[in-house]
């Protein structure tokens, strides 16, 4: 697919349509490149040592940050060796209006970008709700809850 092309999945409601994102986070250009990269680095290179450090724990932020490090990762990597991140996923929904915001459907992203927002939204729910010191659910039997680490 060329940029700008789409392809109805779903009628209009889904289609893949391909975006090439420079400067931004789910096709928002909020950011030069340069900059954006700037953040990037330090943020997942912190992760990782944070949820490194934490580990074999069984909070909330340990079992979603590996979500959010993943896709952090995932788009970091695409702007350090493209230059762009590509974005295909294009939701349509209900039209949104709060004074001259107007928004009639969702901006294009990709995979690591629904995995960022996400687990964020769930952390952020967790977080008012006072439950994020609250350990996760358990781990599926056989799983390991140190990855292997002793």
Do not use: K
């Amino acid at each position: 697919m060329a940029p700008g092309d789409s392809i109805p999945v779903l009628g209009d409601i889904f289609r893949l349509t391909h975006v090439e994102n420079r400067a931004g986070v789910m096709g928002i250009s909020i950011l030069p490149l340069w900059l954006l990269t700037l953040i990037s680095l330090p943020a997942v290179a912190y992760m990782l040592f944070w949820l490194w450090r934490r580990l074999p724990a069984q909070g909330w932020m340990e079992r979603l940050l590996p979500w959010i490090l993943g896709g952090a990762a995932g788009n970091l990597w695409d702007r350090v060796t493209r230059r762009r991140v590509t974005d295909m996923f294009d939701v349509d929904i209900p039209d949104i209006a709060l004074g001259s915001f107007q928004l009639e459907r969702w901006w294009v992203f990709n995979l690591a970008d629904s995995y960022i927002f996400v687990c964020m939204i769930i952390l952020l729910v967790l977080g008012f709700t006072g439950r994020l010191d609250e350990p996760a659910a358990p781990l599926p039997a056989g799983a390991e809850a140190d990855g292997g680490r002793e």
